[in-house]
Structures are given as C-alpha cells and as structure tokens.
C-alpha cells in the first residue's frame, strides 16, 4: 500500500493534486497554479474549501530565507477579477501565516513548500488552521469539524485535472 501511495504522489504534478483533511474528509485542499510573481516564487496558491460552508481560503506558500521558515500567507480569492499578490511586506492577508510543514509517502519532511511544477507532497499540515479558522472571532462555526487543533493535517487523496 505505501508503495502504490508513493507511486501515485511521485507522479502527481502539485498543480493535479487534490487533498482531505484528516479525520475530516469534507474539508479539501488543492494547489492552483497563478502568476504570483518574483515576491512568491512557488506560483502556486493553495485553496482550502471547507464543504458545510462552502467557503474557500486561499494561501500563498512561501519559504522563509535565512530563517528557514515555511508557511503560507492568507491571500484575498485568486480566481477574482484583478487578484494581485499581497506584498511579501503586508498587504491583504485575512487571515494572516500559517507554518506549512509538508512531507513525502514515508513522512519525510520536506524543505520547502511546493513549487508550480513539482511533485505533490503526500501530505502537508498547516499549523493552527483550526485556531485560525473557526476559532472565537474568525469564520464560520458551520466550518469548524470538531477539534480544530488535531484538524491540520491533509493528506494526498487524488491526482488529475478533475479528481
């Protein structure tokens, strides 16, 4: 089975891959290819859509330079009309970073984020999205799919243009 898994993840293009929250299959996650510029080399966005709501995130991944930081920076929809990136500096982020962790079929952790282009991780957590996203104050309780803070790690659940 972990063979086949890493097969399926080492031919999956990122911009192909399509992800479930674990433990909470009604949130998905896939990776958009986008002109983002030279300020966010991956030139990809990463869409979080959560299925009760019908609500999509959209992130920008990022590595952190010298500080070795990866994350994604929360971007205003990149499927509107006019969508420009934030500025690495500030800009619209509505709701802020978060730390983007990614590995292989095995749980290698991997050293960047993804790139446009690249294989797809088979797995990636982004830490305190739960926090972020349907805690006090911020979106919407119908997202929330109980325990937020164990609900952060996707998992590679289907490769191709449709899937």
Known sequence: MIAAAAAAALACPVEQARYALRGAPQVTARFRKV???PEWPSNLALATTFAASGHTYWWLPWN?????RLAVASTTDVAA???RPPSPDGGTRP???LDYLGADVTYKILGSVPMAGNPAPAHFMLAGLG??????????PKDEPGAPDTKQFFDLDGCGANA
Request: no cysteine.
């Open 35 to 37: 002109d983002s510029g």
């Open 81 to 83: 009309r006019g969508w």
């Open 64 to 68: 952190g330079g010298s500080s070795g």
């Open 131 to 140: 926090r972020r996203l349907y805690g006090p104050g911020f979106g919407d």
């Open 95 to 97: 709701h802020g970073d």
